[in-house]
């Protein structure tokens, strides 16, 4: 089939969009954006961009936020929502589906957040900013599996997907330590009001409702209610995700005879002459659309066209809102404090330390055993990537901070601590290749 004009010219972007790493290189482009523009001549420009206003409203009901607020708090909760989706399927699905498939991942995923938050609090203990312990808790999935990729395609596909598993059981604890750690204070009532309309998308889920627009109006409330409860908005998008259907409408089964029908039909139909087709080739295309819609679920259907938002929109819009930092002739001096040292240390030391640890203990008293294929030298490498802590350590300093020189030093300490883990973890993958 001939590709159209328009096919040629967007075929080499979509391919470049569904390459693995891709992301990841968008989001580090957009960090090193927001560095050299926050440090550059126009730095001032760089603060009142995210300090502008935007308001959204009707009558006496304004919602009027900086711009920063509403990508902090807005488009991540769609981020959060994407990552609830993702929890979702590998819950039902995926690697987290059996406790044998999911307990060497998601004890990995404990060990790589109790080592390095313990690290943090020994190192800011009785001072201000020992409230920061969930910094370097986080790993950055994005990052972390664009680091492997490029790491090259000798590295087995289980670990791969041993990283994978690990990155979301972690961001379900961030989520966990947001919830019951980030929240300064609850307002009851929007949040009962919240609580209502969860209710509603389960029961909406479990009576076979499968519109997007119904999950997407109370959805949108829900996380409104989020918003003046004082529980950080983000969770909303975790729950709501939770709600989505996860099923098909129609087994495998009849849509293959259903499809297999409807195409011989296709067949059978006379075409008219030129370009277009006839009424009765369109109905069965028509056919074939809603069969194809009943055979997929929403929960996938919505993920898989949210994804590219999320890695080529949203993350790397909270990477350039959030990654300027004012990095002088005296960085290396200035990360000589508290903050940066324990967030640095925690991503470094404490991600490789527990993730490691705990790996090798579940192995070792045999709970579990290491992926396929997959040797130590691999958990190793794993284990250095898991200290690149980029966009959910960000989030969670926006959360921990109010204060902007604490903010500026956390900041410090998980770019230091990101850049070495990629580098390092990159370099000795590599060099099993070479090794073998």
């Known amino acids: 089939m001939a590709k159209s004009p328009i096919d040629q010219i967007l075929s080499p972007v979509s391919k470049f969009i569904h390459q693995e790493f891709t992301g990841g290189i968008i989001l580090f ?61 590998e819950f039902i699905a995926g690697e987290l589906s059996t406790l044998k498939k999911a307990s060497l991942p998601m004890m990995a995923a404990l060990g790589g957040m109790l080592v390095p938050g313990g690290i943090y609090f020994l190192l800011n203990k009785n001072l201000e900013s020992e409230h920061g312990w969930g910094i370097p808790m986080a790993t950055d999935i994005a990052f972390a599996l664009s680091l492997l990729s490029m790491a090259g395609r000798h590295i087995p596909g289980s670990v791969k997907v041993f990283l994978s598993a690990l990155a979301v059981a972690d961001d379900l604890g961030a989520v966990l330590v947001i919830a019951f750690f980030y929240t300064a204070h609850i307002s009851y009532t929007p949040l009962i009001f919240a609580g209502v309309l969860l209710a509603i998308l389960t029961i909406g889920n479990l009576m076979g409702v499968r519109s997007t627009l119904f999950y997407l109006f109370i959805g949108i409330a829900v996380w409104g209610g989020f918003i003046f409860s004082g529980v950080h908005a983000t969770i909303a998008g975790v729950l709501v995700a939770f709600t989505i259907p996860a099923r098909t409408k129609i087994d495998e089964n ?20 030129g370009s277009l087709t006839t009424a009765e080739q369109h109905q069965t295309i028509e056919k074939i659309k809603k069969l194809s819609t009943d055979a997929e679920t929403p929960l996938q259907k ?48 404490g991600k490789f330390i527990g993730v490691l640890l705990f790996t090798y203990l579940m192995v070792r008293f045999k709970f579990s055993e290491l992926p396929y294929r997959a040797t ?52 000795f993958l590599k060099s099993i290749k070479q090794e073998s």
């Open 302 to 349: 919505i993920e898989y066209s949210l994804h590219p938002w999320v890695a080529f929109v949203i993350m790397p819009l909270f990477a350039l809102a959030n990654a300027g930092m004012v990095i002088g002739s005296d960085f290396f001096s200035s990360l000589l404090n508290p903050v940066s040292i324990g967030v640095s240390a925690g991503l470094l030391a």
């Open 29 to 89: 482009i957009n960090v090193i954006v927001a560095i050299v523009w926050v440090n550059s001549a126009w730095g001032e420009s760089y603060h009142h961009l995210w300090d502008t206003k935007l308001s959204i409203g009707f009558h006496d009901f304004v919602f009027n936020r900086p711009l920063h607020v509403w990508i902090n708090d807005g488009l991540m909760a769609l981020f959060f929502f994407v990552i609830g989706l993702e929890l979702k399927r």
């Open 254 to 273: 009849e849509y293959i005879v259903k499809i297999r029908t409807y195409i011989s039909n296709f067949e059978n139909e006379i075409p008219q002459n």
């Open 376 to 427: 130590w030298n691999h958990i190793i490498g794993v284990a250095m990537l898991a200290g690149v802590g980029f966009t959910m350590s960000l989030f969670i300093t926006g959360l921990a901070f109010s204060h902007a020189e604490m903010v500026d030093q956390a900041k410090y300490g998980i770019l230091l601590a990101s850049v070495i883990a990629g580098v390092s973890g990159i370099l």
